[in-house]
């Protein structure tokens, strides 16, 4: 998840903007947690699922 939608409990801003120190705290968060797939959308996570999966159907098939 990104923080650019999460609205913050104690300013009721976006944590984006970092208005409180709660929600500049929790930019820095999950800034810090991010994982390389964090800015791809579902799709393209779905398509590159199916072309691993795809991958290895073709080579199970070839080692037959």
Do not use: K, W
Not at 15 to 27: D, F, I, L, Q, T
């Amino acid at each position: 998840m990104t923080y650019d939608r999460l609205v913050c409990a104690n300013c009721a801003a976006p944590v984006s903007e970092g208005r409180c120190p709660v929600c500049r705290a929790n930019r820095e968060r999950l800034q810090q947690e991010s994982s390389p797939f964090a800015g791809l959308n579902p799709a393209t996570l779905i398509a590159l699922l199916a072309v691993l999966v795809a991958a290895v159907a073709l080579l199970a098939h070839q080692t037959v």
